[in-house]
């Protein structure tokens, strides 16, 4: 059976940086907060009106496309991972192969917020591996800017999240040391809310420990969204920041070490571990708890924020484009977030 490899990668990022300081004008923080809290310096957000997560994404996939020495006929199955949809239905996929003019190619959406890029990979390597596919097309973009509350209520959520695209090409390798050894997916709904946007939605607050009073209050058509939802910012995310952070640094850690013991092998064996970069003081963590070096990790929220489904492979694009990922290498790509969904992927460049 063969297994499968990255054979091409691209990211994009829109070309307007906003510092943490530009923030200030929109709700009370600092530079030294954020700094000290995310290690977050700079963020991306895209132009309003002529980008989108959809346009981002292709962006990203026209690169990993000629990347793969391929043409975008020949991809033979998409899929798009975002948390940031350009519609709440139709998803990404048929809007990126509409845009790019492709042929009437299976196009699959993943929901998986910040592991959903992880998800995608376990989802086109089983493809792969069966010989379902040859050339599959995985992108995750996000248009975060696009759905924060930028008052001071919103805050601790606003100024981590930035937008952004990455795409790879995935092809099927016989090479002996190259390619996918293993993905770990899991999942935990008893927290779904503590990282969440609610509305629109169908919950009718079943979900939720709150009163349905903003649902008795609405006419049929209104439980989707009505002004009381908005006015409690439910159309927004809302995260319980410190309890999320609690579970990040346990499955983090535990997620690498599981793909690692599948393989019969060690941090010290790791060449880099890319983790999904949701805070640089989690990011840290996990280093500390696996003992590895500063060479063996890389992480670019300094200069990203968090784009949820698109962190791993922009900071992967950004690492092999610096020389850090080479032929061989083993690298371990991990992420945690809204879901809880978690999942590692450990691979051969
Ligand atoms: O990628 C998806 C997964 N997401 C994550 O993994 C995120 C995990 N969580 C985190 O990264 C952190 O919890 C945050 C960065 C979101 C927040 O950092 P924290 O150290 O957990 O802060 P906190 O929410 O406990 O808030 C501490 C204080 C509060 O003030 P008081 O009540 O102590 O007076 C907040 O109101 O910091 C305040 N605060 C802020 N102050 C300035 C919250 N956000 C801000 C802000 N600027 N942006």
Not at 97 to 118: H, P, T, W, Y
């Amino acid at each position: 059976m063969p297994k499968t490899k990255i054979a091409g990668i691209g990211y994009y990022v829109p070309k307007q940086i906003i510092s943490n300081n530009d923030l200030l004008q929109y709700m009370e923080t600092s530079d030294e907060w954020i700094q000290e809290r995310t290690g977050i310096k700079e963020r991306r957000y895209a132009h309003r009106t002529e980008e989108t997560t959809t346009t981002m994404g292709v962006e990203a996939a026209k690169i990993a496309i000629e990347r793969a020495g391929i043409t975008k006929d020949d991809i033979d199955f998409i899929i798009f991972a975002t948390l940031s949809p350009d519609y709440y239905f139709p998803g990404c996929g048929v809007l990126l192969q509409r845009a790019m003019k492709m042929g009437e190619v299976g196009a699959l959406d993943i929901r998986n917020q910040c592991s959903g890029f992880i998800y995608s990979l376990s989802v086109a390597d089983q493809f792969i591996k069966t010989g379902m596919y040859k050339n599959i097309l995985i992108v995750a973009s996000e248009k975060h800017s696009f759905g924060l509350d930028f008052s001071t209520r919103g805050r601790n959520i606003s100024v981590i999240f930035g937008d952004g695209a990455g795409a790879v090409v995935l092809q099927p390798t016989e090479v002996a040391n190259q390619g996918i050894l293993s993905t770990h997916l899991h999942s935990d709904g008893e927290s779904a809310e503590m990282l969440a946007m609610f509305n629109p939605g169908t919950h009718a607050n079943h979900w939720m420990d709150q009163p349905a009073a903003d649902f008795e209050d609405a006419s049929i058509g209104q439980m989707f969204m009505s002004h009381q939802m908005i006015d409690k910012a439910q159309n927004f995310p809302n995260m319980d920041g410190p309890a999320v952070f609690k579970k990040a640094v346990v499955k983090f850690p535990e997620v690498i070490s599981e793909a690692l013991i599948k393989n019969n092998l060690l941090p010290k064996d790791l060449n880099l571990l890319i983790p999904h970069q949701a805070n640089l003081r989690i990011a840290q963590y996990v280093q500390k708890k696996l003992q590895l070096t500063d060479d063996q990790v890389f992480n670019n929220i300094d200069k990203y924020g968090n784009t949820t489904a698109a962190s791993i492979p922009i900071a992967l694009c950004e690492a092999w484009e610096q020389g850090k990922v080479k032929d061989g290498d083993l690298i371990c790509l991990a992420a945690f977030g809204s879901g809880f969904t978690w999942g590692s992927a450990l691979m051969r460049w």
